[in-house]
């Protein structure tokens, strides 16, 4: 059974940092893509990034690239979102998410909400003074 618990949110200042765990079971890395996800209040689900199955490419939302970076630990199964930079407009909760049927995203893929099966329950980022 497939299941993705995220962790690391936070309340964080802006230009600060946050680290968002993944933690994957009932699949291995080598065999899924695993998209990051958010939701600001009132606002559609929207992709911020994803990784292959073997981590051999990635994709970016735009406003992120450069602040954010999305990295595995294969030997942990788990899947990490590196949040630099932070700004007040990060502020949502992220979610991660996978499907058997996907396995791979790069930087002319951008994720669909729709396409992902199993998602994690989520975890709230908040950027503010």
């Known amino acids: 059974q497939v299941q993705l618990v995220e962790s690391g949110g936070g309340l964080v200042q802006p230009g600060g940092s946050l680290r968002l765990s993944c933690a994957a079971s009932g699949f291995t890395l080598d065999d899924q893509a695993i998209g990051w996800f958010r939701q600001a209040p009132g606002k559609e689900r929207e992709a911020v990034s994803c990784?292959?199955?073997?981590?051999?490419?990635?994709y970016y939302e735009d406003s992120v690239k450069g602040r954010f970076a999305i990295t595995t630990d294969k030997a942990k199964n788990t899947v990490y979102l590196v949040m630099n930079r932070l700004k007040p407009e990060d502020t949502a909760v992220y979610y991660c998410?996978?499907?058997?049927?996907?396995?791979?995203?790069?930087?002319?893929?951008?994720?669909?909400?729709?396409?992902?099966?199993?998602w994690g329950q989520g975890t709230q980022v908040t950027v503010s003074s």
């Open positions: 998410a996978t499907d058997r049927h996907i396995y791979y995203c790069d930087s002319d893929y951008e994720p669909i909400v729709g396409d992902f099966g199993s």
């Open positions: 990784v292959s199955g073997g981590g051999e490419s990635t």
